[in-house]
């Protein structure tokens, strides 16, 4: 949802999605184990875990959402359709700037529509990213495999219309039957529809699913009996499919081999479920597909533009990877406490799991499976946290986690972090020490003077001439005292600039506290109030520096570990 809203569409989802309040959890009854009994029932998330709600959208929806946002963007971009991709060749030797190398990956495609059936098309680039699935076609060119094992467990899902007397149906639910297996329920969207996640059988060794000739009966009726002593009537199935669980997860998500990192950069990457499988029961497969996808698209626009060194390429597979090896660890278990026998009492049987055990398991991941808890760890855009006591609540590698302010000019309650959009710039948000009103010499001026008149400043130095001045770094403030008052036009020009053509005025890069909240940004993420402090937030959202208001060197060295300046730009 934080990222949905730095694309635009946030609103949109809120007001479609199925909103995940409460979680409850059902197990037999211990007097009547062929009964189920709600055992506890639970908020779904922790408060203060993020300003959106955990939502539910079907994908097909959130993916009409994205066209729209190509669509409407300046370049009017559309997918082209009806092709498949037979083969994927990369030069073996890459050098930069020559004609004949600057498009070293060749793909070979074949249309499949009605127009130009059966043709072949050539196309030559210079960058390449398989999302093309877990039978990816990209990764297989690239001679890498997925690694790992499968349970051997079958399980169906289905969306549905139904009706039942269980009276759980609108919650998110969390059933363990005594003999029966498990189901998870998902409410959907529109108060009607509701998935089931349905266990079946056990696989035996090397047996496929799909030579167990499973249909919609089979999963109604296995559901039916996991409900028991409640009634489930399908009315209609709007879409339903099998599958077994396997954890696989690749080695390595681009193209360069471990012992080549020094002497080469990626060409060739891959996404999603081209690079990691896993269970759909937690909920992360798209989410941390689009994960993966925010992470590589910034670092290839920065790239591609001439604004970063393609050394940042590296950091997609190495940060990536290590997100997607704790999401497989995750389900993993995960999936095998869902799957185990409820532990009705004390038998001593070993392959059983006591339901109260299985929701601390999942309050405990609660962060996880929101994805808040991702951490990256220190690269050339992740830095070492040597100054992470300044803003304890904003964690190096971790997400900008958004907090209420005041916009100075108009007085407009905001979320900080929705004043961030997916535009590949990065931001440098200085927090002001308790005094600093930077209308007069101050830690906030004094960054500010810097910034703009420096040689050092990485605002100068990697700004292209002509462009506006927050083109690739924008600086925002965040100060202590009440909107009411600072006097904006006080403040540096840094803060107000003029931009665009006709050199209008930006009145909306200065910050307040809410100061009649219980809490203000300060206290909600553990900065320092008496010294400040600078954050710098990378593009995809992600914390990459947190410095005092006066490491003008740091801050000039962290950029120039990665930045491209505007006089090698030019050059080129």
């Known amino acids: 949802m934080e990222m949905f809203e730095a694309f635009g569409f946030s609103e949109q989802v809120l007001k479609e999605a199925y909103w995940v309040n409460e979680t409850s959890f059902w197990k037999p009854d211990s007097s009547q184990p062929k009964n189920i009994i709600r055992s506890s029932r639970i908020k779904d998330t922790e408060d203060g875990l993020s300003e959106f709600p955990h939502v539910i959208l079907n994908q097909a929806r959130v993916h009409d959402l994205f066209l729209d946002v190509m669509h409407n963007s300046p370049l009017r971009l559309e997918p082209d359709y009806a092709l498949r991709l037979l083969n994927l060749e990369i030069a073996p030797a890459v050098v930069e700037g020559g004609n004949a190398t600057a498009y070293p990956v060749t793909a070979r495609l074949q249309h499949a529509g009605s127009e130009q059936q059966g043709q072949i098309e050539t196309v030559r680039a210079r960058y390449v990213v398989g999302c093309d699935g877990a039978r990816s076609i990209v990764r297989k060119s690239l001679g890498r495999d997925l690694h790992g094992d499968s349970a051997n467990k079958a399980w169906g899902v289905m969306d549905v219309l ?142 591609i533009h001439g604004r970063s060194l393609p050394h940042i390429l590296h950091t997609y597979s190495a940060e990536r990877q290590l997100v997607a090896k ?82 100075l000019a108009d007085a407009a309650p905001v979320n900080l972090g929705h004043t961030v959009k997916a535009d590949g710039r990065w931001r440098l948000i200085a927090f002001a020490s308790t005094e600093d009103r930077a209308d007069r010499p101050s830690g906030i001026r004094n960054l500010c003077e810097f910034l703009t008149g420096s040689p050092a400043s990485p605002v100068r130095k990697y700004t292209p001439d002509g462009a506006d001045i927050d083109a690739v770094i924008d600086v925002r403030a965040v100060f202590q005292h009440s909107h009411r008052e600072l006097e904006i036009m006080a403040m540096p020009s840094l803060l107000i600039p003029l931009k665009g053509q006709l050199e209008l005025r930006d009145y909306e890069k200065i910050f307040c506290p809410d100061l009649g909240a219980d809490s203000d940004i300060f206290e909600m993420r553990g900065i320092d109030r008496m010294k400040g402090c600078m954050v710098v937030v990378r593009p995809d959202q992600y914390i990459a520096h947190i410095l005092p208001l006066d490491a003008y060197a740091e801050l000039s060295a962290f950029f120039d570990g990665f930045m491209i300046s505007k006089q090698a730009i030019n050059l080129l």
């Open 162 to 303: 139904a009706v039942t007397d269980f009276p759980d149906i609108r919650l998110k639910s969390v059933i363990h039957s005594a003999e029966e297996g498990s189901i998870l329920i998902i409410p959907r969207e529109g108060g009607y529809l509701v998935r089931f996640y349905i266990e079946l059988d056990q696989l035996n060794k090397d047996e496929r699913v799909s030579g167990r000739n499973i249909t919609t009966d089979h999963l109604i009726a296995a559901a039916q009996r996991i409900l028991h002593p409640f009634t489930l009537e399908v009315k209609e199935v709007a879409w339903w499919s099998v599958y077994e669980i396997g954890q696989r997860l690749c080695d390595k998500f681009d193209d360069v081999p471990e012992e080549q990192v020094e002497t080469r950069f990626p060409r060739v990457f891959i996404a999603g479920d081209a690079c990691h499988t896993h269970s759909p029961k937690a909920g992360q497969g798209m989410n941390v597909s689009m994960g993966d996808s925010f992470n590589l698209a910034w670092k290839l626009a920065s790239v």
């Open 326 to 407: 704790e999401l497989i660890d995750f389900d993993r278990q995960f999936a095998k406490m869902f799957s185990a026998r409820p532990k009705i009492s004390d038998d001593g049987k070993n392959d059983s799991v006591d339901p109260a055990e299985f929701q601390r398991y999942f309050v405990k991941h609660g962060r996880f499976t929101a994805g808040t808890a991702i951490r990256y760890h220190p690269s050339i855009i992740s830095a070492k946290p040597e100054y992470q006591h300044l803003a304890n609540g904003l964690a190096i590698g971790m997400r900008f986690h958004s907090a209420p302010v005041i916009r």
